[in-house]
């Protein structure tokens, strides 16, 4: 069996297909994934031995460009990233059986139209439930429209969101429809979920509440990190107390030197170290002290377990792997998804929602003292226990159930 995986977007888009690709390859699948050309994410693929195949443009560059909620550009972006997927990601979903999509709108709309055109299974997946319609949740807004803030009826909401994404993507959609032969789509959104989506996330962090749609929860879709950490890093996690972990992953910030000087400074105010991660946002130390350690990629299933806390940005990854280290968390959400897990932190108990998304050394110091706190802690610890590791092997499975269930598909 072929499948192809396609995940337009940063390093969260792109690591739960990692997780997959493995556990479908242990299965007897033959397995490509198509994702974004930044060379980490070559580097990360090739690590576990799967192959890549380069689609779109490098992702870094714009989402580190990029005003967030900004609209500039947004038209020419829409139209390359639909252009990849009518012909990089068909090219690549030739002869297979299965396509499973992550990403955008844009891209997910262009992917399911390449599996209607090659007639192969398609699969649309999401890593939080925020984008999914839900009466239980107003949609976020999408880039450059605002929704209306004296509305409150939440389906009324849902019903405007697919009106303005068929307005910002419909003609660019039903023109390559059009030129590859296929009729014209009206309900892009639902139509690129399908009624039937995938949610690969864990369902005690971000349990799905039922709705129309017929949502598959599968579990995160986490690969174990085998890989050491660097030298250095170990000498200075093994020369002091657990250090509080700051990060932003794939997320730019506002003021990344403001950030990185706030943290720091919240750790110290408590008497704590510090593991800096630079990542997207450019976090840099603040002076040269010795108790302050910066570090690019490096496997954080492993630091966390050695943290005393995380302070993150709240992306569905990060979340999920501090869950799993059972250590608390400190969220400050930039934007998206992220106030959602904000929010799932705070409620769970295992860390802190950061209000807005600049924080100072005062407000990091007090979300600090919460997180840190014998209560916090001790919840962490017992969340930890509750997290599922088998979402990817579980979604592994259903791949090839997609097939086996009903034979293989004919192919136009």
């Known amino acids: 069996m072929r499948v ?8 969260g888009s792109v690591e739960p297909m990692v997780g997959l690709a493995v556990r479908l390859r242990e299965l007897g699948a033959e397995v490509r994934v198509c994702a974004p050309p930044d060379e980490e994410f070559a580097e990360r693929l090739a690590g576990v031995g799967v192959e890549v195949v380069p689609a779109g443009d490098p992702v870094r560059p714009l989402v580190t460009t990029v005003t967030p909620g900004s609209a500039a ?6 139209a390359d990233l639909m252009d990849a997927q009518f012909d990089t990601l068909a090219a690549a979903a030739e002869g297979c059986d299965v396509l499973v999509v992550t990403g955008p709108l844009p891209a997910a709309a262009g992917a399911r139209s390449v599996a209607e055109k090659l007639g192969i299974r398609y699969v649309h997946a999401s890593h939080q439930p925020v984008s999914l319609p839900s009466p239980h949740r107003a949609p976020p807004a999408r880039r450059g429209r605002p929704l209306p803030e004296d509305e409150s009826d939440r389906r009324a909401l849902w019903d405007l969101d697919a009106r303005i994404a068929d307005e910002m993507f419909g003609g660019e959609l039903n023109a390559r429809r059009a030129s590859a032969g296929l009729p014209p789509v009206t309900g892009v959104r639902d139509y690129a979920f399908t009624d039937r989506p995938w ?3 864990d369902p005690f962090l971000a349990p799905w509440q039922p709705t129309e749609l017929d949502v598959v929860q599968t579990g995160a879709w986490i690969l174990p990190d ?8 170990t000498a200075f996690l093994d020369a002091g107390t657990p250090p509080v972990y700051v990060g932003f992953g794939s997320t730019p910030v ?22 800096l991660a630079r990542g997207w946002a450019g976090l840099a130390p603040v002076d040269d002290r010795d108790d302050c350690f910066a570090v690019d990629e490096v496997n954080q299933q492993a630091l966390f377990r050695r943290s005393a ?8 990854g990060t979340t999920t792997t ?91």
């Open 4 to 11: 192809v995986l396609s995940a337009y977007g940063s390093r």
């Open 73 to 78: 550009g947004l038209a020419r972006r829409v």
């Open 199 to 201: 949610m690969a996330a």
């Open 226 to 233: 085998e890989r050491p950490l660097p030298a250095g890093l």
């Open 254 to 275: 506002p003021d990344p030197a403001g950030v990185a000087r706030a943290a720091v400074d919240a750790a110290r105010a408590r008497g704590l170290r510090v593991v």
């Open 309 to 316: 806390a995380v302070v993150h940005h709240g992306s569905a």
């Open 322 to 412: 501090a869950a799993l280290a059972g250590v608390p968390q400190v969220v400050v959400p930039q934007g998206a998804d992220q106030p959602y897990w904000a929010g799932r932190v705070a409620e769970l108990g295992i860390g802190v929602a950061h209000d807005g998304p600049t924080p100072t050394a005062a407000s990091l110091s007090a979300a600090l003292a919460t997180a840190l706190a014998p209560a916090t802690r001790e919840r962490a610890a017992a969340v930890a226990g509750t997290v599922r590791t088998d979402g990817a092997a579980v979604a592994a499975r259903l791949v090839l159930d997609e097939v086996d269930r009903e034979g293989s598909p004919q192919r136009a």
